[in-house]
């Protein structure tokens, strides 16, 4: 699942988008509120993290200009202000929940899985699943057919990007920014380390292979041999 973050506090956001990363999601991190406004209209994401007191926008007005334009993507408050009519104010312009700084991460990222669950609304959209591979994106587990399969962070956030991408050809470069949040190196090997450890899992010990190579442009997840 796919999270913004909207932070200008240099340390909160890197922690943020770190202990996310870590604990399998894809975070994008926008260090202003018009940065962070942008990306809210311009990209898909399953939640947002929004603080409150930004240096150009205040989150208020983020939050509300989302939700005028139809937006309905769930919405944490973050904030060191901890007045009751602040956070009604927040909550009456469409916010879903807030928490107070400083935060613990563990109280965070429960409050992260359950905007998530309440958002999606059914089951089928917490769970993506090609042939016999089953993710549950709020568990973070993977299994097939019926049996549970062990990954790390990183490779649940790889398996996810490329399954929620099915069909679709996903080049280095792509899965480099998305995953692991770095410009790509063709001197480097990760990417394609880390495919073959996926693949070992995933594949290795079924008929159906899931994972593709297309020579030459990159990876993808059908469940047609396209090499």
């Known amino acids: 699942m796919k999270i913004l973050i909207v932070e200008d506090e240099t340390k909160i956001a890197d922690y943020l988008k770190q202990g996310l990363t870590e604990a399998g999601f894809v975070a994008d991190l926008a260090r202003t509120g018009l940065d962070g406004h942008h990306l809210a209209l311009t990209e898909t994401y399953d939640l947002i993290i929004l603080d409150v007191m930004l240096p150009d926008v205040n989150g ?9 334009a139809g937006h309905r993507t769930p919405v944490l408050f973050l904030t060191a202000r901890d007045s009751v009519d602040d956070r009604v104010k927040g909550l009456e312009l469409g916010a879903d929940d807030y928490l107070l700084k400083p935060f613990a991460f563990a109280e965070l990222l429960a ?6 669950r309440r958002g999606s609304g059914t089951a089928s959209e917490t769970t993506l699943r090609i042939a016999d591979l ?28 490329l399954v929620r991408r099915r069909g679709e050809v996903l080049p280095r470069s792509l899965i480099a920014s998305q995953v692991w949040d770095m410009n790509f190196d063709s001197d480097t090997n990760v990417i394609d380390v880390a495919i073959r450890r996926l693949r070992a899992k995933i594949d290795d010990a079924y ?3 899931l994972i593709q190579t297309v020579r030459g442009m990159g990876y993808m997840v059908d469940t047609a041999d396209t090499e």
């Not at 208020?60 to 005028?68: A, F, G, K, V, Y």
């Not at 549950?136 to 790889?158: C, M, N, P, Q």
Request: charged share 35%.
């Open 60 to 68: 208020w007005r983020i939050l509300q200009s989302l939700r005028e």
């Open 111 to 116: 409050r992260v899985r359950t905007l998530l």
């Open 134 to 161: 089953e993710l549950d994106l709020l568990r973070r587990r993977v299994s097939r057919g019926g049996h549970r399969i062990a990954l790390t962070a990183k490779e649940f956030a790889l398996l996810e990007l």
């Open 207 to 209: 008929p159906t292979k």
